[in-house]
């Protein structure tokens, strides 16, 4: 069914009417544009466009520069073709399970236009698989016809997206939900559903809603039985103590859903911006959660880069006194002088990352670091790709710091190609214990000086909007960023072909790994970064993911982008393409990301480094293991009548 489907692809975009005071960001944007500097600056729409660059800077000075004078996507407040109350109130009496979409045309939008910008990378990823399985390239071409077919039925429907659509049914009964839709004809939806060939059960009775003009309701029973149960004001009331810190008023999309143990689970989806910002609380994780997290101000994110990934977190300093006493005696007094913070990311004005953990004291941690030297004597000297590898304990920088340095073959070559020292770090100094990777050895002074100041407004401005809020109100007990934008740059291909050549060819069938390597980094094109932050431990807890897109659909902006994707898709040069958008729109607030794909700043493999320790530090924490004693619920469907 038509609101259903639309839950199924990645609301990523969605066209966005929200207004600040009466100005629009495209307003802001035509301001700068008409020669207004002063209105720029002050919007935070201000770039480098008409600045001249400073000579001879590295990538990571460049990036700087750039942080100094572009802000991230502003905070816009959204508006919604329909307020959430009228819409509460077409829930029936008796459901305790719905999905409400107030603005469903400018969702459908969003999501189509993400699906036609990757409609030549998922062709060429047709072309690959059907050197090997032929049936699954034409399953794949099948679908990409029925979004051609769904979207010119769609327009012809009679439905009215405008008005929103609201799915409904009991949790022990989804066989009686109900869809309610805008609509001048009863039948619109099964009529749309049939002419674009869906399977399953299409509902068969419908009718329209003498209690709520412009709407029809649907259900695979009879629709007799259907009223609204106008309870908007208690269900509010419901969604709000059970999402803590969440503005109803800002989602688009509203749920509650009820798993088979009974648990309730709460979901709210803003979109706008280009953006989603999905917020959901499992409140059967808060015992376990507020044992081994607590919420904090981030004092170390000020060591992150503005635009760099990162992983946080504040571990409970209860429960690290209480782990103290069980460690050996020589590891004790370290432990001692742990905050129990936690991050793994870019370092502001440094190359490579780090992964750094709090501490009162460094010294207990730099007497470990010293004896240190006593197992060097295992680490190889040499790899069998040729890469010879020299370990020292020395001082640098004043602090005594294990030191691997790499010379020759595979190892080194990829470091070198990614512009990063060929070497390691570990050391304790200032307020943490750190292990780098590429960085040079100014990064220990970097981390020695700095004095746990908090998030930088420039690293804030880089970061989606939510996420910047939740930092600064100091809401998020857990915390992660990964911009993908660099990703998407010629240098980056380059690496990824190289990659892609250490791959063994047999799992590839007859496919070609270098192609599918490419396509699969296209079909990331539309993704711009993605965050994950935890917060409201003893009310929620609430989990957040926001999805920013790289582009917003319904501006003429986000079409030109939209264009780049397909073009770059369809073989367009990288650099050019990208490039050619950072000069159309140089006071935009994405000219970052538009600079970042064409290869002029940021660092895909930060971001590669921190996804894959997300992957394996945070698999406990998202799945289960240490943290929690169970997988985390994922809020089931309603049934589609």
Request: hydrophobic share 45%; proline share 6%.
């Amino acid at each position: 069914m038509l609101a259903a489907g639309t839950l199924c692809v990645a609301p990523i975009a969605c066209d966005d009417k929200a207004k600040t005071e009466g100005k629009t960001s495209a307003d802001s944007k035509d301001s700068a544009k008409k020669g207004d500097p002063e209105k720029a600056v002050a919007d935070g729409t201000a770039s480098q466009g008409g600045e001249k660059e400073p000579e001879n800077e590295g990538v990571v000075d460049l990036a700087k520069h750039v942080a100094s004078v572009v802000a991230g996507p502003r905070d816009i407040t959204p508006s919604y073709s329909q307020p959430l109350d009228p819409l509460l109130d077409l829930v029936p009496a008796d459901a305790d399970m719905f999905i409400i979409i107030r603005d469903l045309g400018a969702f459908v939008e969003g999501t189509l236009g993400y699906l036609e910008a990757s409609k030549a990378s998922l062709g060429l990823l047709a072309s690959e698989i059907e050197k090997t399985d032929p049936a699954d390239a034409d399953e794949l071409r099948d679908s990409l016809k029925k979004i051609v077919a769904f979207e010119k039925a769609l327009t012809a429907s009679g439905i009215d997206l405008s008005a929103g659509a609201v799915i409904a049914g009991k949790h022990d009964d989804d066989e009686h939900s109900v869809v309610l839709y805008g609509s001048a004809t009863a039948d619109a939806l099964p009529t749309l559903l049939t002419t674009v060939g869906a399977t399953g059960d299409i509902p068969k009775h419908c009718a329209l809603v003498a209690s709520a003009a412009g709407y029809a309701v649907c259900s695979k029973f009879d629709t007799k039985g259907y009223a609204p149960g106008s309870k908007a004001a208690s269900l509010r009331k419901m969604l709000e103590a059970e999402l803590p810190g969440v503005d109803l008023s800002r989602a688009n999309i509203v749920a509650h859903f009820v798993d088979d143990e009974g648990n309730r689970i709460p979901v709210a989806v803003e979109t706008g911006q280009g953006m989603a910002h999905i917020a959901f609380a499992v409140p059967q994780t808060r015992k376990q959660l507020g044992k081994y997290l607590q919420a904090s101000k981030g004092a170390g994110l000020g060591l992150i880069g503005a635009g760099q990934p990162f992983i946080w977190a504040q571990g409970s300093k209860a429960e690290i006194k209480a782990a103290g006493k069980k460690a050996p005696a020589m590891a004790q007094n370290m432990v001692k002088t742990l905050t129990g913070e936690v991050i793994i990311g870019g370092i502001e004005g440094a190359k490579g990352f780090a992964a750094l953990i709090g501490l009162t004291d460094p010294a207990p941690a730099a007497g470990l670091v010293a004896l240190a030297s006593l197992g060097l004597g295992e680490v190889p000297k040499e790899l069998p790709d040729g890469t010879t590898i020299e370990a020292t304990v020395k001082t640098v920088r004043g602090a005594q710091a294990v030191h691997v340095k790499f010379e020759g073959g595979k190892q080194a070559k990829f470091l070198k190609e990614m512009d990063y020292a060929s070497e390691l770090l570990g050391f304790a100094a200032g307020g943490y214990a750190a292990v780098t990777v590429g960085a040079t050895e100014d990064v220990v002074e970097k981390v020695s000086a700095y004095k746990g100041s908090g998030p930088s407004a420039a690293m804030l401005a880089a970061l989606p909007a939510p996420l910047a809020t939740a930092l600064e109100a100091g809401e998020p007990a857990f915390a992660m960023y990964i911009p993908f934008d660099a990703l998407q740059a010629a240098g980056a291909a380059k690496v990824f072909d190289a990659l892609s050549g250490e791959l063994p060819a047999a799992e590839f069938g007859k496919s070609n790994p270098k192609k599918i390597m490419q396509v699969s980094m296209d079909l990331l094109a539309p993704l711009s970064s993605t965050s994950v932050w935890i917060s409201h431990l003893n009310e929620g807890p609430v989990f957040h993911m926001v999805v920013q897109g790289f582009a917003e659909a319904g501006t003429a902006e986000g079409r030109a982008a939209f264009d780049a994707i397909a073009a770059v898709g369809g073989g367009a040069d990288r650099t050019t393409s990208y490039a050619a958008l950072a000069r159309k729109y140089p006071t935009s607030a994405r000219v970052s990301s538009y600079q970042a794909r064409a290869g002029e700043l940021g660092d895909p493999f930060a971001s590669l480094f921190v996804l894959g320790a997300l992957g394996g530090a945070g698999a406990g924490l998202w799945l289960g293991g240490s943290v929690l004693s169970g997988p985390i619920a994922v809020p089931p469907s309603v049934e589609s009548p």
